[in-house]
């Protein structure tokens, strides 16, 4: 297999819903068009942030439909697996590549605690039915599951993982990958709020959340970053990093989507046991939003 060199910026995008909780397939697709007319690179379907928790096997193979017809083939898109059964998982895979996917990111199975070598079989096993590119999303914070350096060595020799969404809240990590991989996998950043120190510390790309309403400045970021100007980057980074603290939170969907309507580019409907935020928490994020839309650097502001 060739290695598709995935790197840039790949959202993880939100899941649009009615105000009935079912799928918008409408609404969905035309925030993917609007982040991929800003410039994004790839972009995963029904991760965290996507709400994959709420979703059917059917309704998840359903939004990686619309996201596939939507992107036309401009850019690669993933499939999020995180199945609480690698069972369900190959079922999932399945039905994803009959779509026509392009790869997947594998979480682990998100009920039980796995260990290193329970873990490392159930990527094995979804790379081997796959026959696709594998992401693994590497997430202790969240997911209680570390797949260290010293696993990546060992997985090196399964062809069909060939990116690593690092999310340990550790930024020596990458460094860590790196003395330890080499270049053998793409590294993506995967904690938005730490998305400048991952570049600086040679990232092949970030897998947004607050980018998917803001894709242009956070392609500008990245691409910044990848020119060596760090001092104009940082300035831009400063800019966006009150923003990017409220992915770091239990609630990142309720954040993030409301981020979405205070900018003009999608809907707050969630699936409950999800509610809208209100009250102070709301008076936050709007207050945190207002204050950069004021101040929103115009060179790089994305085009709705």
């Known amino acids: 297999?060739?290695?598709?060199?995935?790197?840039?910026?790949?959202?993880?995008?939100?899941?649009?819903?009615?105000?009935?909780?079912s799928i918008d397939a409408e609404g969905t697709a035309r925030h993917i068009d609007f982040q991929i007319r800003n410039g994004?690179?790839?972009?995963?379907?029904?991760?965290?942030?996507?709400?994959?928790?709420?979703?059917?096997?059917?309704?998840?193979?359903?939004?990686?439909k619309i996201a596939i017809e939507a992107a036309d083939g401009r850019i690669p898109v993933l499939a999020n697996v995180s199945e609480t059964s690698t069972r369900d998982a190959l079922r999932y895979v399945d039905g994803a590549n009959k779509l026509g996917v392009s790869g997947f990111m594998v979480m682990p199975s998100v009920i039980y605690v796995a260990d290193a070598r329970e873990a490392m079989q159930n990527v094995r096993t979804i790379g081997a039915a796959a026959q696709q590119p594998l992401?693994?999303?590497?997430?202790?914070?969240?997911?209680?599951?570390?797949?260290?350096?010293?696993h990546m060595v060992e997985l090196a020799d399964c062809e069909?993982?060939?990116?690593?969404?690092?999310?340990?809240?550790?930024?020596?990590?990458?460094?860590?990958?790196?003395?330890?991989?080499?270049?053998?996998?793409?590294?993506?950043?995967?904690?938005?709020?730490?998305?400048?120190?991952?570049?600086?510390?040679?990232?092949?790309g970030l897998l947004a959340g607050v980018g998917c309403a803001f894709p242009r400045e956070t392609v500008a970021l990245y691409d910044l970053m990848k020119a060596g100007n760090f001092a104009e980057a940082l300035k831009l980074y400063?800019?966006?990093?009150?923003m990017l603290h409220l992915d770091v939170s239990t609630k990142l969907v309720q954040n993030l989507k409301l981020i979405d309507v205070l900018v003009g580019v999608g809907s707050e409907h969630m699936r409950r046991p999800r509610l809208p935020l209100v009250g102070a928490e709301r008076e936050y994020i709007e207050q945190v939003v207002a204050q950069a839309l004021a101040t929103r650097p115009s060179q790089y502001q994305s085009v709705l």
């Open 160 to 204: 069909w993982v060939v990116a690593i969404k690092e999310s340990t809240d550790n930024i020596r990590r990458i460094t860590d990958l790196r003395n330890t991989v080499g270049e053998r996998y793409q590294l993506f950043m995967g904690v938005d709020d730490l998305a400048y120190e991952g570049l600086a510390l040679g990232c092949d």
């Open 238 to 242: 400063q800019w966006m990093t009150p």
């Open 135 to 150: 992401m693994v999303y590497n997430n202790p914070v969240a997911y209680r599951v570390d797949l260290k350096p010293e």
């Open 1 to 21: 297999m060739n290695n598709p060199r995935w790197q840039g910026i790949f959202p993880a995008i939100t899941t649009k819903f009615h105000a009935d909780e």
């Open 40 to 64: 994004i690179h790839g972009l995963v379907t029904c991760g965290s942030l996507g709400e994959a928790s709420t979703l059917s096997l059917e309704e998840k193979l359903t939004v990686a």
